[in-house]
């Protein structure tokens, strides 16, 4: 079975509960040349970066990655609730107190003054354990996989975007060769034209003219450019059913650019440059579609 055309960019979004947490996870995904993640999420994760950027790269292969993850925890061990820095708390009374008695503006409330500085109180140090672990990576999965299915879907669009380009330079190409006679009829003339125009008819040696002629043509044949070109279609939409990679894709266009170069170099011929012209310009489309593929 043949593996199907994802586009680079996208999101995915999912959310998890259990008894004592709930996990918001969003990826957000660019293009990118790499895999490139920026995860955004509470300390008490860190510890699991490493395994956290693993999932996603199996998953999303190419793109430049962010991964937002928002904790909840929806019931509160004893260990985390709200502390009181009681030895804090007395410092600042005392300073307090002896300010007020030097100024004459003693406390009015002392209580709720001293609860306003940093640090009095505090919550308690998070743990993170296993359960946590679990429901992180699988709320993170479902979000890569609603990303995976998003690029899926922006994908096969792109695909059929990519074969109709294709298969209109196939056109472009028959265009071409259907010019190939008229071409080479026109270079012969043009030829013949210019030399009676410089040397006089009886000096002119016909087989020598021939044997020169034959070669200034050969010069110019892009038989050998039209079918490399044709064999890297061909190739292009063999990739696009089996194997749609972007940077395998990018590789086959760059060598159909050199070709398509090529003949508009040499082939001489208006007609023929027109139709080069027409393939060099659906080209520039596949290049900038196959850089939003994985």
């Known amino acids: 079975m043949s593996d199907p055309i994802k586009s680079m960019t996208g999101f995915g979004r999912a959310k998890v509960e259990n008894d004592h947490w709930s996990v918001l996870c969003e990826i957000k995904a660019l293009n990118g040349r790499y895999f490139e993640a920026d ?13 956290l950027r693993k999932l996603l790269n199996e998953r999303l292969e190419r793109g430049t990655i962010t991964c937002h993850i928002k904790l909840e925890q929806r019931e509160l061990g004893e260990s985390q609730g709200l502390e009181a820095n009681l030895i804090l708390a007395q410092q600042y009374l005392k300073v307090l107190q002896d300010l007020g008695s030097a100024v004459g503006a003693p406390l009015q409330d002392p209580l709720k003054e001293v609860i306003r500085y940093p640090d009095v109180l505090k919550q308690g140090e998070k743990e993170a354990d296993d359960s946590l672990a679990g429901i992180v990576q699988e709320c993170l999965i ?10 899926r879907s922006e994908g096969a669009a792109t695909g059929q975007k ?3 380009l294709i298969s209109s330079i196939s056109k ?9 006679a008229p071409r080479k009829e026109g270079l012969r003339e043009r030829v013949y034209h210019n030399l009676h125009e410089h040397i006089k008819q009886n000096g002119v040696d016909d087989a020598r ?4 002629l034959l070669v200034y043509l050969d010069k110019w044949d892009i038989a050998e450019e039209k079918q490399r070109l044709s064999q890297h279609l061909d190739y292009f939409q063999a990739c696009l059913k089996s194997e749609p990679k972007g940077r395998k894709l990018n590789f086959i266009a760059q060598e159909m650019g050199r070709e398509m170069n090529t003949m508009g170099v040499k082939s001489n011929h208006f007609p023929m440059q027109q139709a080069v012209v027409a393939m060099k310009e659906k080209l520039e489309q596949i290049k900038e579609q196959v850089l939003n593929i994985v």
């Open 39 to 51: 995860l955004r999420m509470p300390k008490i994760l860190n510890e699991w970066d490493p395994i």
């Open 142 to 151: 479902q979000a890569a996989d609603a990303l995976d299915d998003f690029r």
């Open 162 to 164: 990519l074969a109709q």
């Open 172 to 180: 472009d190409l028959q265009t071409v060769e259907s010019e190939e």
């Open 209 to 212: 003219f021939e044997q020169e």
